[in-house]
């Protein structure tokens, strides 16, 4: 079993629709949690770390749940600039950043 | 403030040939990491450098080999190129316990 996992999607929305995505992560001992969101053809970029009260950026809220061990983030009123793929990402504390394979969102007008 | 930067950006190899990428970060940032991304395969960690001086294989390591040449510069080599290496390959650093992870734009290499 992979450490963590990720429905690869791909998620095609119409713009304008809420769209949530789940992670969940096997080793229990992890200790920070974070989206990143990757362009076609780009790099990833750290979208938002993930509190364990939620927290909340602008169209993007981002929760945690340690007792199931996932994570979710939830996008709304998704635009066309959202499709991307997005990444979950966990710290286990000194080691790698442990990443998942990713959900891929296609926004359509 | 370049932040990461890699070079080459793409690349083209026979198999067998040779060839180091070049990665340098500017922030000052300990950690350094290597990952390929090949399509449905998501980011694979090759190597990484948790301080200037220091190097461990991540989960793919075979066929590659690593230099921290300075805290600022991390080298990837390939010394037999083989169609199999043929991937998108990311430069990434890290200081310390920081949240945020940067990552370079990337190396497309093609092993023909």
């Known amino acids: 079993r992979k450490e963590v996992e990720q429905d690869p999607g791909p998620f095609n929305v119409p713009e304008g629709a809420t769209v949530a995505f789940n992670c969940t992560y096997s080793?229990?001992?992890?200790?920070?949690f974070f989206w990143y969101r990757q362009d076609c053809r780009k790099e990833p970029k750290l979208l938002m770390s993930v509190y364990s009260s939620g927290n909340e950026d602008g169209r993007f809220t981002a929760q945690l749940n340690r007792a199931s061990q996932y994570i979710s983030l939830l996008i709304r009123d998704s635009k066309l600039s959202d499709s991307a793929t997005y990444l979950c990402v966990v710290n286990r504390g000194n080691t790698p950043l442990v990443f998942g394979k990713g959900t891929r969102l296609s926004v359509i007008a | 403030n370049a932040g990461v930067t890699q070079t080459p950006k793409f690349q083209v190899l026979k198999t067998g040939q040779s060839m180091t990428l070049q990665c340098a970060q500017d922030?000052?940032?300990?950690?350094m990491y290597w990952y390929r991304q090949d399509p449905g395969m998501g980011l694979r960690l090759i190597y990484y450098s948790a301080s200037e001086g220091t190097t461990d294989k991540g989960e793919v390591p075979n066929g590659y080999n690593v230099s921290r040449l300075n805290k600022r510069e991390f080298s990837l080599r390939l010394e037999s190129a083989a169609p199999s290496q043929t991937s998108v390959y990311f430069c990434?650093?890290?200081?310390?316990?920081?949240?945020?992870?940067?990552f370079g734009p990337g190396t497309r290499l093609t092993v023909t």
């Open positions: 990434a650093s890290l200081r310390g316990r920081a949240v945020e992870q940067y």
């Open positions: 922030m000052n940032h300990n950690s």
């Open positions: 080793n229990s001992a992890s200790q920070s």
